[in-house]
């Protein structure tokens, strides 16, 4: 049986009701959430033997976390506990044309404060044959690189495919950490990298030739990232598979969806989804790792399989309030037939 380890944060995270202004409200939405838990969620709600690598603080808040994951069959035996807080960010939800924003409230959180040797990773990483990080995990402080880094050293010598979302976040990274070396280190020991244009120039200085992004909107063209994918895997040689998230956006409200998929001879390309009404576009990039690495367990001969399930579950999850995706193996195979018709199933 297939199971995963994904190691990261998971936070409190407090939204306005609805689409409120930070400055309307007054009481918040409680969503419990964090890239590398949105992923494990995603894939025990996939039924695959998933495992969340933490650590939380022995408090109330602390507890509450621990149960939205238990209660999402989320493994959670290897988290630890211990430090003074849980991180918290805050989200105030966009619309058409005013974007989404958030607040980090992550400084001296328990997982910022994570040290090397604290995590026993061979007993972990026994009978494991996954293991997923982001790079939302290493901005947060050197000690949480550190221990990010001896994980994937440790997975890596035990044979374990590992994989990344480099998840760049302009709002992290104020330790004073070197963010190119770190990164290319940490990715260096990867087999699956996903990630979008603008964390490949961010943390790699990596650019699609001859497209100036930032004039693209909503006419993303998937055959404009195939230079993209292919320095990545010359920059990253053990790399067997690159991937893009394709999001063109028309609107807060309106954005198309799409991906590809490198593996080093031939690029894959998933079709094109028209989300017109997003209810929550965070977690998004999440499901499409969770979708993904499902679908590579699960299609392990057919790419065009993997990317299309792991586009169509990440469409899905717009459609979900909070930060996990909640969707079924059958919701997203009907909507992979070509079935986007959300008719009522009675």
């Keep these: 049986m297939n199971k995963v380890v994904t190691f990261g944060e998971i936070m409190l995270r407090l939204s306005p009701p609805g689409f409120l202004r930070f400055s309307q409200t ?8 964090g890239g590398e838990s949105n992923v494990a969620v995603s894939l025990a709600n996939f039924g695959i ?15 509450c976390a621990l149960m939205e994951l238990r209660k999402r069959g989320v493994n959670t035996q290897n988290i630890l506990r211990g430090g003074d807080r849980l991180g918290i960010y805050f989200l105030e939800t966009g619309a058409v044309s005013r974007g989404s924003k958030v607040v980090y409230d992550r400084a001296h959180s328990s997982v910022s404060e994570i040290q090397p040797k604290m995590v026993n990773w061979k007993k972990v990483f026994e009978g494991v044959q996954w293991f997923h990080w982001t790079g939302i995990t290493p901005a947060i402080s050197q000690s949480a690189a550190d221990t990010c880094l001896e994980a994937v050293k440790i997975a ?3 044979g374990i495919t590992i994989s990344t979302d480099l998840n760049y976040r302009a ?7 070197d963010r190119e070396a770190i990164m290319t280190e940490l990715t260096s020991y990867c087999d699956i990298i996903l990630g979008n244009e603008e964390d490949a120039e961010m943390h790699f200085g990596i650019q699609p030739e001859g497209l100036d992004i930032t004039t693209q909107g909503n006419e993303v063209k998937a055959s404009a990232f195939l230079s993209v994918c292919q320095q990545m895997m010359e920059k990253f040689p053990k790399a067997k598979k690159v991937i893009t998230t394709l999001r063109g956006s028309i609107s807060a409200s309106h954005n198309t969806w799409a991906g590809v998929l490198y593996d080093g001879n031939m690029m894959y390309e998933s079709p094109q989804y028209q989300i017109t009404d997003i209810v929550d576009r965070v977690g998004g990039g999440d499901s499409f790792m969770g979708g993904l690495i499902y679908g590579l367990l699960t299609y392990p001969e057919n790419d065009q399989n993997a990317l299309n399930f792991a586009v169509a579950a990440s469409c899905l999850k717009h459609t979900i309030k909070g930060d996990a995706n909640l969707v079924s193996i059958a919701e997203v195979e009907k909507l992979m037939s070509g079935d986007a018709s959300g008719r009522v199933a009675r």
């Excluded at 969340?52 to 603080?57: A, E, G, Q, Y």
């Excluded at 709002?171 to 950490?177: N, Q, S």
């Design 171 to 177: 709002k992290l990274w104020k330790y004073g950490g």
């Design 49 to 63: 033997d998933v495992d969340f690598v933490s650590r939380l603080p022995q408090n109330d808040l602390g507890d």
């Design 156 to 158: 890596s010598s035990l």
């Design 26 to 33: 007054n009481s918040f939405d409680v969503v419990y959430g």
